[in-house]
Nanobody
Framework: QVQLVESGGGLVQPGGSLRLSCVAS????????MAWYRQAPGKQRELVAT???????DYKDYVKGRFTISRDNAKKAVYLEMSNLKPEDTAVYSC???????????????WGQGTQVTVSS
């Protein structure tokens, strides 16, 4: 089994920054694509950013220019650097392993518990 543990969330003012981390353990060799998702209360989970095993990156439009996804295969980790945060970014952020097929990302059943990000004055 693969385990994913997210950290780095917290309370931040609008315009602030946070760096989220996701560390994997178990039967994983970091050959898959990975992604960050987020889910706000009462809303469906949505894809935020993806990164392939070769570090090709893709972002949803609402985070382009503000968020940066990266990975460190030696540490079995994936990161999400967030800047210029907005109240609408408030959500539980979770990481996932999956597969890229063209422009589409297909998540696996491996999810972390998530880390809460709250953007408020």
């Amino acid at each position: 089994q693969v385990q994913l543990v997210e950290s780095g969330g917290g309370l931040v003012q609008p315009g602030g920054s946070l760096r989220l981390s996701c560390v994997a353990s178990g039967s994983i060799y970091m050959v898959n694509s990975m992604a960050w998702y987020r889910q706000a209360p009462g809303k469906q989970r949505e894809l935020v950013a993806t990164i392939s095993a070769a570090s090709s990156k893709d972002y949803k439009d609402y985070v382009k220019g503000r968020f940066t996804i990266s990975r460190d295969n030696a540490k079995k980790a994936v990161y999400l650097e967030m800047s210029n945060l907005k109240p609408e970014d408030t959500a539980v952020y979770s990481c996932n392993t999956g597969t890229m097929r063209g422009i589409y990302y297909y998540p696996s059943n491996y999810w972390g518990q998530g880390t809460q990000v709250t953007v408020s004055s």
